[in-house]
Each structure stands twice: as C-alpha cells, then as structure tokens.
C-alpha cells in the first residue's frame, strides 16, 4: 500500500492530524539521527526517498520506504507515539513491495524499550502528549469513548470478523478456521468461570453476543452489558435467530451501575477500555457482584509491568485514532489492584498471545479483502490506511511479545 493517491481529493478538516504535518528542521534532523542509529541495531532496511540507506537488515529483511522524509521527521520529531502512525495514514512512509506491514513493524515493536536513547525518552516525556480530559472514562464519558469506536457500523466489523463477530483473540487448535477458534476461546473463558446449566452470568462487555450465546446453550443465565448502542441491536439479532433470547438480557449500562448478584463473572478484552484509574473500581464492582463461591473469568491483553509504568501517562496514536481512554494492563497491576481493594486472587493464567497474531493477520487480510463493501465517504482511503496500521500494529506486537494476551481465573481468597 505504498500509492500515496489516496490522499487526493481529500478534506483537511477530516483529518487535521494527518493533513496538518508540523515542519521542523531542528525535530526532523534529531529524529532522522535518532531512526538512524535504532534501525542501525534491527534486521531491517530503511529506504529514503533522498537516497539514504540505513538499517542493519540483508537483503532478505523487511524494507521501509520514506516518501517524504521531511515531513516523517518532522512527525516523528515532535511526537514519535502519534507521529509514526500518522505518517503512515498520510501516506509518508510505507512497506516496500514485497514486505508485509506486520513483519516490518515486529522487529520495532520487540525493540521499544530501546529505540530512544533512555537520556531522550526522559526529555521526551516532558513533551508528550497527555490525555484530554474528555477521554476520561467517567460513567458520564465511557459510552462516548466505547462509541467512538464500537459504533463506527457493524458493516465495518463484518468486513473483518469472522461469523461469530467475536473481536478478540482466538485461541487455535489443530484443523480450527478462525469461527472454529473463536468458539473455542469462548468455550474455554467459560469452563474457567465455572459456567454450567443454571448458572446465573454477569457479561461485562457484551460485543456481538457470541459470548452469551454460548453461555446460554449451555444452561446458563445471561446478564450482559454494552456501551453501544450498534453493538446491542446486533446481539439481540443474533441472539434472538440462535433460540436463546428467553435466557439473554442485554443491557446497554455501564458496569458501575449493576445491581444484584451473580454466580459468575467474565469480562473478555474490556479492561483494556477501563483507564488505569477506575481499574480499582472494575474489580470492586466484581467483587462486590460476585456471590460466596464464584469465579471471575477475565480475558485481557497484557504488557509488561516495566512498559506499562514507563507508557502509562503517555498520549499515543492508538488512544487518539482507535481506543479512546483505553490502557492495557499488567498482570501484576491487575494483581495489585485485587489485593489493594477486593478479596479476588488470580488463581489461574493462561497466555496464547501468538494466538492473537494470528488472528490479527486474518482480520487484516479479510479486511483489505472485503474493503470495497463499505468503502465510502465516512470509510475513505484514510480510514482504510488507519484500520490497516492498527491491525499490523497490533500483530508486530503480539509477534514480538511485546503484548501477550491471557485468560484469568479470579477466586475469593481465604
């Protein structure tokens, strides 16, 4: 996707971010030495469109290519978190022919730590970006942030999603096509919150009401909560043509405001939208829902705790494009915060983050593949270059084992 004709024709206003490029010479030569010597250490090339070469990949490596190197500089020099991805979305730097957008962005994301210099990335802090305080994710502020992106148009989702519509890793076993794993990862969150016919299910986070589906075909009783409003017409479709609406109530509330009390809980890849403050809260509510013997089953992407304490404050491009208010937990920050204010204790973890690569490749080649069903005014050539960046941003960092991804068992310590 290295064309840079997508561009034409397009309104600034849309997208002032990608349009208003910030031109600096001073950023833009510091960047360039910066991109230099971390490319210099990775098995990649760098291809300038001034004839530069730089990287430490052979000839077989992934190739970037820098259209325009003054205005990549620049972004990347003012803010490298928002700046790269930016740059892509304008069309600055791509993929050369022949190199896949994941496999060139993996050996970045397994080098993060290190592709600053550490005395910069403390001077870089004072500039970053922080989060706008509408992004806080208020019980007042949550739905709009869930909105911003889980109500861009199930036609959207549908592009990429297998039949299920389930957004969230898969869990793959021998002879399984992307449905097939889906089922099984649900399966699997299910068996570990203890699940059974009779069971009475709280749902955080309902998505397209795979989850409750599957609950419910078992015997079980479902609660389930969503903040969007696309999301919950869809579920109730999809519930009511799989037989099992008597057993499904779909609610569009915030978890903050449940009621009552449940023999289980599971909440898959929705701590990831929480924000670092209310994650006390989320597991509050759990606790404070969850009956004497029952069983939280948690699915959640997961980073180290070293990068979530040096990248928590920090503004990116995922959090300005993509998931508004969202941050992704450690598993010892989920760890602490049940030990500072709830009686749950992690009693069972299990990681498949290769898993979610995986998945993550599928649903950037269904996407291109099916882009032109919904290509559109509201789904430009922009937007398609933003969805393309986020799901090989994504799998580099699964890929790399930067992110992980796991489910959870929470129990009631003695």
Known sequence: MSDMTDLDGFAGDRWPGVFDAPLSRLRASIARRIMRSAANRLAVRVHVADGEVMGGGGPDSPVLVIHRPDAFFSR?????????????????WAPAPGTDLADLLTPFAANMADLVPRPLQRLRRLAEQRQPPDEENTVEQARRNIGRHYDLSNDMFATFLDETMTYSSALFADGDDLAGAQRRKIGAVLDLAGVRAGTELLEIGTGWGQLAIQAAQRGARVTTLTLSSEQQGLAADRVREAGVADRVDIRLLDYRLVQGSFDAIVSVEMIEAVGVKYWPQYFATMDRLLRPGG??????????????????????WIHKYVFPGGIIPSVRAIEDTC????????????????????????????????????ESERFDGIFRRMWEFYLAYCEAGFASSYLDVAQIQLTRGS
Request: hydrophobic content about 40%.
């Open 76 to 92: 990347l020099g003012t803010d490298a978190k928002i700046g790269f991805g930016e740059s892509y979305m304008a069309g600055e």
């Open 295 to 316: 069983t939280v089953g948690l699915q959640a992407i997961t980073i180290s705790h070293e990068r979530l304490l040096a990248t928590m404050q920090a503004y990116s």
């Open 339 to 374: 030990h500072a204010g709830t009686s749950l204790r992690v009693s069972r973890l299990d990681t498949f983050g290769s898993d979610y690569a995986r998945t993550l490749r599928i649903w950037r080649q269904n996407f291109l593949a099916n882009w032109p069903r919904v």
